[in-house]
């Protein structure tokens, strides 16, 4: 008997039904335009945009110009790369402009539906980013589309690391721009670290359209973007601390698998702190618990979790003597990112491998917060109706399932559940084999590098020809992939998610053309083509007949969606396939989520070994144990919001303040301002309100107004005054400060004056940002304990960070008074040694500041961000450090002649 909300859904339709019904007029529209489209020439096209873009400018709605935008950019698709795009991509366009997430299955086209959102939202100059998982997919993209939008007259840019300045200040200035989302985050970070406007690469966060939208903003956001400067280095104490670890026995530690957490026992602190004793780290009178063993205390942490929660092979490869971390979600090589923390610093002493220094975070920004900036915001991917409540919740995304241009004929078969890893991969071998020798290609999946390749030796001793994909084959990975669909082909990848690039039955056309023409350049191309998509047709058709792409999975991932991308790369575009997961009970998943009892009720069936259990109900209460995982991550990343989003309001509020400073040629009335206000602090602190006058400390103000103002004033003798009281106070020292920088003006002149203090003022708020967000790291790690007292961590934290800001930009008043008090013009000799000084802090600085991603709140595998690029400094010829005169006549906006990148201003030429 049908349910009433199944009869529902039979007679309405279910919403996401209704959403796709009512784009259908809007493709109608479209499909009619194509003849008049069609009559224009290419010229046409373009200036078709020019109008378009006019028509915006005088107010039109993008809604309204939607058909006649699409129509134009399906034709330009057309000639440019010969692809006609179906109707359901321009739903997934038309969904995507609307800001939501298109859930288009894998071999859909994902990438030419961007196209037409972007072509669109581009009409009103103020830039789109596409937004990529990597750097291959950014650039193969922004080439590959670039066509189609050049086609249009529209310039398309990419932005990749360690870019040249020039290049990538172009690339954001570009129509549309394709990035990954570090990238953009990291740059944002960057550019509120820069002191002038010019510098600047973001002009405007606009629109943005995210590809694999549930890996990047579910899966990686659980990990902050940090960009991190020098700390002192701590090698030796990670090395000694790392020999103490393996010592512990079960006893010393707790494990948590589930939380990804691990934690000392009273047994392992007793026995740590004889081991510390012992080698002379912790002083005898000292014990774990004081407030002066913190530190070491949180590197035995770290030590610990470096052993027990990260596995070679798995987390993290060893190469070249360098620790490289593995992306969970995608499997590939991270070079240059780091955890931080200490947590990579653990790791390389695990490893035997060179310490790098530690870090302190500069600036910080985490993906949900970074892509809440633009005004509007879309994604696609195979996979985000297991997540769409947190995609409403987080980002205000709605999901919507495209349906497929041709129905789904993949077969998805029930799990087969063994009871031992043995029995599993006999099994896992034996499928193979059967479907190898009837010619139908395999795409096996695997969790990690380890099984990859324990599975890969079991395919050599079956004699099973096969290609492995994982981070140590991630040069060959595009190879890789585009040979899975041959006849009899045997793949075994780590992880399907954001490659790029599609599994095609009998393999990929235009790879086998560009080997063909590459091995014999002497031949004609069009020949070898026609001869190559010939030969293509009847590989294709022969994998069609032998069943299509099998996807055999080895185990459950945490996430559904991982499955369901390893799952949809077989039966794209109506083509023939089949998938099936093998599992058995010492699964990781199984293992950890109640397998105990599967275990016993599979012992009382009395099943003999090499037989598996298959039956929906096994899907089923699997399914249960992911959506308990994949909840507990929400709940992680949801906590992790809300403590950021306190940060955020507070990072706004500088970065905007910044901003608002660089652009104001005229600073004067900003530092007048701060100036009265320390004026007011200080009488009121020394001269407090309803006070007599033998309470006044009028010697405590002289001295304060002399410290921190350079005011030298008969302040003690006007609280002998008739009739003086606080406000006359302000008053005079308002005047008599205010004098004193107008002297100053005077000294420097007007323009040098105004350049001082701009300069003074950033630097004194990016040193008190970065004091704050190192005050604000440490409160996070300690507030949790409230919690005990009975009081919300969440709002202690609140409440105790907007103090620590208030009081941060009391005292940043305070410094910005003194510096410009103290200011004065300086003697030959000691603006060298100032200028010897600068240097030295400058190139310190630029070789140890890089970007990273910190570990998440409780123990995972996270990234970081790769090193920032060094420039060799090459000093103009005859150039002295110590002679002004060899420097010549640089303008002050000028490359310094000391051949350090900068402008004069900013070097040699520094005023201050």
């Given at each position: ?23 259908r ?32 400018a005088?107010?039109?709605k ?38 939501n ?38 650039k ?54 820069k ?8 002009r405007?966060?606009?629109f ?19 960009i ?33 957490n ?21 002083p005898e ?20 979790r470096?052993?027990k ?59 949900q ?16 109706s ?7 919740e ?50 096996v ?12 030796q079991?395919l ?19 190879q ?25 039955l ?37 994998v ?61 069936l ?8 298959v ?40 970065f ?28 009121d ?7 007599y006058?033998?309470?006044?400390d ?63 003022l ?38 105790e960070?907007?103090?620590?800001f208030?009081?941060?930009?009391d ?19 000691e ?11 400058q190139q ?36 002295v ?16 002649p000391c ?14």
């Amino acid at each position: 008997m049908l349910g009433i909300g199944t009869i529902a859904k039979k007679v309405f339709g279910t919403p996401n039904d209704r959403k796709v019904k009512a784009t259908r007029p809007i493709v109608e529209k479209i499909n009619a335009l194509e003849p008049e489209f069609e009559a224009l020439d290419d010229e046409g096209l373009k200036a078709k945009t020019t109008e378009l873009v006019e028509r915006v400018a005088n107010g039109e709605k993008l809604d309204a110009l939607l058909p006649e935008a699409f129509a134009n950019c399906r034709e330009a698709a057309k000639r440019a790369l010969g692809l006609r795009a179906f109707d359901v991509q321009l739903m997934g366009g038309i969904f995507l402009h609307q800001g939501n997430i298109a859930e288009m299955k894998t071999g859909e086209g994902k990438t030419l539906v961007a196209t037409f959102p972007a072509y669109l939202n581009a009409l009103t100059k103020r830039g789109v980013h596409v937004v990529t998982v990597n750097d291959y997919l950014a650039k193969r993209d922004a080439e590959w589309m670039g066509k189609v939008y050049g086609a249009l007259g529209m310039t398309t840019g990419v932005v990749y690391p360690q870019q040249p300045d020039a290049e990538k200040k172009a690339a954001y200035a570009c129509d549309i721009t394709y990035a990954t989302n570090n990238e953009l985050g990291f740059d944002y970070l960057r550019d509120n670290m820069k002191s002038e406007l010019s510098e600047i690469y973001q002009r405007d966060h606009y629109f943005a359209i995210v590809d694999e939208v549930d890996s990047i903003l579910i899966d990686e956001a659980r990990t902050p973007l940090i960009i991190s400067g020098p700390s002192q280095d701590r090698s030796e104490l990670y090395m000694t601390i790392d020999k103490v670890i393996p010592e512990l026995t079960d006893e010393h530690y707790t494990l948590d698998e589930k939380s990804r957490n691990v934690t000392y026992t009273e047994e392992g602190n007793e026995f740590l702190e004889n081991r510390l004793h012992a080698a002379g780290i912790l002083p005898e009178e000292h014990t774990l618990y004081d407030p002066e063993s913190t530190t070491i205390v949180h590197h035995v942490n770290q030590g610990l979790r470096a052993h027990k929660l990260f596995t070679k092979d798995k987390d993290y490869i060893v190469r070249d003597g360098e620790v490289i971390l593995i992306d969970e979600f995608t499997g590939r090589m991270m070079p240059g990112r780091r955890l931080s923390d200490g947590l990579h610093q653990a790791i390389e002493a695990k490893e035997g491998c060179k310490i790098q220094p530690e870090n302190v975070t500069l600036a910080s920004v985490t993906f949900q917060n970074y892509f809440r900036l633009y005004d509007k915001l879309s994604g696609m991917t195979g996979t985000a109706s297991t997540e769409a409540e947190e995609f409403m919740e987080i980002y205000k995304l709605g999901v919507v399932e495209v349906p497929t241009n041709l129905p789904i004929a993949r077969v998805d078969e029930h799990d087969a559940v063994y009871r031992t890893g043995k029995e599993k991969y006999d099994a896992i071998i034996e499928e193979i084999k059967k479907s190898h020798e009837k010619g139908q290609p395999v795409l096996v999946g695997t969790t990690s590098i380890e099984k990859s390749e324990v599975l890969s030796q079991l395919l050599e001793q079956a004699k099973i020809k096969h290609n492995v994909l994982n981070a140590r084959q991630h040069e060959q990975e595009a190879q890789i992939v585009a040979d899975a669909g041959k006849l009899g082909a045997v793949t075994i990848a780590t992880n399907m998610a954001g490659r790029g690039t599609d599994i095609k039955l009998g393999g990929n056309v235009e790879f086998k053309i560009m080997e063909a023409i590459a091995a014999e350049p002497e031949k004609d191309p069009e020949e070898i083509r026609a001869g190559i998509e010939q030969q293509h047709q009847s590989d294709e058709q022969a994998v069609k007949d032998a069943g299509g792409l099998f996807v055999l999975a080895t185990e459950r991932h945490e996430s559904r969606r991982i499955d369901n991308q390893l799952r949809g790369r077989s039966g794209r575009q109506g083509d023939p396939g089949r998938s099936a997961f093998f599992l058995s009970l010492e699964d990781d998943l199984m293992r950890i989520f109640g397998s105990e009892r599967l275990d016993n009720m599979l012992g009382k069936l009395g099943m003999k070994e090499g037989e598996a259990i298959v039956h929906p109900w096994v899907n089923k209460s699997l399914e249960r144990a992911q959506a308990k995982v994949e909840g507990r991550n929400f709940d992680i990343r949801k906590q992790l919001l809300k403590f950021d989003d306190v940060m955020n309001d507070q990072r706004k509020a500088i970065f905007s303040q910044r901003r608002e400073i660089m652009e104001t040629s005229d600073l004067s009335e900003i530092v007048q301002d701060m100036r009265h206000q320390v004026v007011d602090d200080l009488v009121d602190f020394h001269i407090p309100p309803r006070a007599y006058a033998d309470q006044w400390d009028t010697e405590g103000l002289y001295a304060a107004a002399l410290e921190k103002l350079g005011v030298d004033e008969k302040i003690i003798a006007w609280g002998e005054e008739e009739g003086v009281d606080a406000e006359v106070f302000k008053e005079r020292l308002y005047k008599a400060s205010d004098e004193m920088m107008a002297q100053k003006a005077v000294q420097f002149g007007p323009e040098n004056m105004r350049s001082i203090e701009k300069q003074i003022l950033l630097q004194s708020i990016d040193g008190k940002w970065r004091e704050h967000l190192l005050t604000l790291e440490h409160l996070r790690s300690v507030v949790g304990f409230r919690g005990y007292a009975q009081r919300d961590p969440l709002n202690e934290y609140k409440t105790e960070a907007f103090q620590l800001f208030e009081s941060m930009l009391d005292s940043l008043r305070a410094e910005v008074s003194q510096k410009l008090s103290q200011v004065r013009p300086l003697s030959e000799e000691e603006r060298e040694e100032m200028m010897k000084q600068l240097m030295a802090q400058q190139q310190a600085m630029q070789k140890a500041a890089q970007p990273q991603r910190q570990p998440e709140p409780v123990g995972a595998d996270a990234g970081a961000g790769a090193a920032e690029p060094q420039a060799e400094v090459q000093a103009a010829p005859g150039f002295v450090e110590s002679d002004p005169t060899t420097w010549g006549n640089p303008g002050r906006n000028e490359p310094c002649p000391c051949g350090s990148g900068k402008k004069f201003k900013h070097c040699h030429g520094r005023l201050v």
